[in-house]
């Protein structure tokens, strides 16, 4: 298995959290993205998680909740990876892919665009 800090995990979400374009940026809302070494013990190869109430379905009821949870988790990645420019590579995509469910898009659209 490939060996990275869970810091210098982080910084690779965070950079690719910095790739996504500013006008889709300003255009998320109530959600916090965290990092886990692993997923929850039923999925042990999860590479993320959004949880949360995706944008396309707040209605006025929406208000006062806690944010929206996007969790890229260290584990599944590194083993997934046998180099350090894929670990970034799927990193940026399972960032792409958790963002993408806040907006409401679905599993089988962000396979057919490649965020499978």
Same mark, same amino acid.
């Given at each position: 298995?490939?060996?990275?800090?869970?810091?210098?995990?982080?910084?690779?979400?965070?950079?690719?959290?910095?790739?996504?374009? /500013? =006008? !889709?940026?300003? %255009?998320?809302?109530?959600?916090?993205?965290?990092?886990?070494? #692993?997923?929850? $013990?039923?999925? /042990? =190869? !999860?590479?993320? %998680?959004?949880?949360?109430?995706?944008?396309?379905?707040?209605? #006025?009821?929406? $208000?006062?909740?806690?944010?929206?949870?996007?969790?890229?988790?260290?584990?599944?990645?590194?083993?997934?990876c046998e180099?350090?420019?894929?670990?970034?590579?799927?990193?940026?995509?399972?960032?792409?892919?958790?963002?993408?469910?806040?907006?409401?898009?679905?599993?089988?659209?962000?396979?057919?665009?490649?965020?499978?």
């Amino acid at each position: 298995m490939l060996e990275m800090t869970r810091e210098e995990f982080e910084e690779l979400v965070a950079e690719a959290l910095d790739r996504i374009p /500013p =006008e !889709l940026t300003r %255009l998320m809302d109530n959600v916090a993205v965290f990092v886990e070494d #692993e997923p929850p $013990a039923d999925d /042990p =190869e !999860l590479l993320g %998680l959004y949880e949360g109430t995706p944008l396309t379905e707040r209605g #006025e009821w929406y $208000a006062g909740v806690l944010p929206d949870r996007i969790t890229i988790y260290r584990g599944p990645t590194l083993r997934l990876c046998e180099t350090r420019e894929e670990v970034v590579a799927e990193t940026e995509v399972t960032v792409v892919h958790e963002i993408a469910h806040h907006f409401g898009i679905d599993d089988e659209r962000l396979h057919a665009l490649g965020y499978g």
